[in-house]
């Protein structure tokens, strides 16, 4: 199986790639649009800002290129809120794969920490990529933003209010947390996506 890594101006690259070593792949990490183009599925991880993420991949005419897939995508973390139509960090023009918005995280109590960082319970998982889940399951997540319970949610979670854990259409598929930390669970989740049909 081709897998392809989105190499960009974002962190986090080498764990996801190290979590699919582990699964016995060997995935390319690249920026080359051919092979992203050609590979069998894609994988769009990330930690970053979002302003500085979109400006790079539109100077790269990455922007284009990852909403035009037709394989499985996953984007993680930072790769989900650029998904979606907009993010309040830096008001920044996302790419409207998913049409809903990226907020930021405001505490409400004193206990309310932000970023919200650590491992907390998904429910109401809605997508193949939690296929054989039939309860809460632990998933590990660090960030300040959110993206609302809206029609694309396929998984949610609670900080503060609840939120989407990850998003799905089409061939896109997203989480906010990170599946290359979050041990077993985490790699039945990254199987399930390299299980997918085209």
Request: aromatic share 12%.
């Amino acid at each position: 199986m081709n897998i392809v890594i989105i190499k960009y101006n974002a962190g986090n690259i080498y764990s996801v790639d190290n979590a699919l070593k582990r699964l016995g792949l060997e995935p390319e990490i690249t920026a080359d649009s051919e092979k992203i183009l050609a590979a069998d599925k894609v994988i769009f991880p990330g930690q970053g800002e979002a302003s500085s993420t979109m400006q790079y991949l539109r100077e790269h005419k990455m922007d284009r290129l990852i909403k035009e897939l037709k394989q499985p995508v996953f984007g993680i973390c930072i790769g989900m809120q650029l998904m979606c139509r907009y993010s309040e960090e830096n008001q920044t023009e996302c790419l409207s794969i998913f049409d809903t918005e990226v907020k930021q995280f405001i505490p409400e109590r004193h206990e309310d920490k932000v970023p919200h960082m650590g491992w907390n319970a998904i429910y109401d998982t809605k997508s193949e990529l939690f296929k054989g889940f039939s309860k809460e399951e632990f998933v590990y997540f660090v960030h300040s933003y959110y993206v609302p319970v809206n029609p694309f949610t396929a998984a949610t979670s609670d900080y503060i209010l609840p939120f989407s854990a990850a998003l799905q259409r089409d061939n896109f598929f997203a989480t906010q947390f990170h599946p290359e930390k979050s041990g077993t669970v985490g790699e039945r989740i990254l199987r399930n996506f390299l299980e997918l049909k085209p």
